[in-house]
């Protein structure tokens, strides 16, 4: 039997121990974030795809790969892969989503959450840049302590609950709004969405993206909020940006400290408005999708995956 062929097209030179997981399972092609145009010449020879969260791998990429079976992304989320299309056309899709043993020792993401929270109460990016700029006025960058502050988190799994833990250490109270599950800790307060919003000075999302939840942070949320601050490191398709926008604009949000925006896999971001705003206000700051990008949370991550991979390449 011929060896399979993978494509791979997220980076991994620095991910020693995954990389020797898959060059043990087949023929790799390593690209580094390649454009549409220059993965489509490749894809006719290719039986699976390891893929980064930068392109959406749509019927187009997929009706080009004739031999492809599987589709292992090393990631949580999955909204980058047409899995409709993958299921019509009988390619799997494997993700780490349910790892709940791996994930659990990753703690990439909620550490950046909690980051960007620290960052936009304490107004960090826009002090460095004033310095930069060579002033020194301490007067314009007031923040607030977190000791005591109510934040409250949507959406109470994994990074979630890393996220309460990381809040618990600098004594803040801790609400949660999590339809799904029954919140086991006893520092966090359980509460219905009315509650969280009116309560919480600081909201930050660690919600999937879903039918349900695309645009659920809409106007009727921002206009529970008085002075707010909100974190997203999860999608940026679960906010209304343009209600956002307005929010950030009137002071509802007093300032965001965002991972994610929509649009973000295909999009023009340099044009995007959130980008184009952050560039030019003291109250939005945004980091390009690197939350899970740790050299430790990658290696778990995506050995993991090269192995699942691996397993079921042995099967086909």
């Given at each position: 039997m011929s060896p399979k062929t993978i494509l791979v097209t997220v980076?991994?030179?620095?991910l020693p121990?995954?990389?020797g997981v898959l060059d043990e399972s087949g023929r790799v092609i390593y690209t580094d974030h390649p454009s549409r145009n220059e993965i489509l010449p490749l894809l006719p020879e290719v039986d699976a795809i390891f893929p980064n969260t930068k392109m959406m791998l749509d019927a187009a990429i997929i009706n080009a790969s004739p031999r492809l079976k599987v589709i292992c992304t090393p990631s949580t989320g999955t909204d980058h892969i047409d899995k409709n299309y993958?299921?019509?056309r009988g390619v799997e899709v494997l993700s780490i989503t349910r790892d709940y043993e791996l994930l659990k020792t990753i703690t990439s993401t909620a550490e950046h959450a909690f980051g960007l929270m620290v960052n936009v109460v304490r107004n960090m990016p826009w002090s460095y840049d004033s310095v930069r700029e060579g002033d020194w006025d301490y007067t314009r960058f007031r923040g607030r302590e977190l000791q005591g502050r109510v934040l409250g988190i949507v959406g109470y799994g994994r990074l979630g609950t890393m996220m309460s833990r990381f809040a618990r250490a600098f004594d803040m109270e801790v609400l949660a709004f999590d339809p799904y599950v029954v919140v086991p800790d006893d520092w966090v307060t359980q509460v219905d969405l009315d509650e969280l919003l009116a309560r919480s000075e600081i909201i930050s999302l660690h919600v999937h993206l879903t039918p349900e939840t695309y645009g659920m942070v809409d106007r009727s949320w921002f206009d529970r909020m008085g002075g707010t601050y909100l974190v997203n490191?999860?999608?940026g398709?679960?906010?209304d940006e343009a209600a956002l926008l307005d929010a950030l604009e009137d002071g509802r949000v007093k300032a965001a400290g965002l991972d994610v925006i929509c649009g973000e896999i295909e999009g023009d971001t340099r044009a995007h408005p959130l980008v184009q705003y952050a560039s030019s206000h003291s109250t939005?700051?945004?980091t390009p999708h690197c939350g899970g990008m740790s050299y430790d949370g990658q290696e778990k991550a995506f050995r993991f995956a090269a192995q699942k991979l691996r397993r079921y390449l042995e099967t086909v």
């Open positions: 980076p991994m030179e620095h121990e995954a990389r993958c299921k019509a490191t999860s999608r398709c679960l906010i939005l700051m945004i």
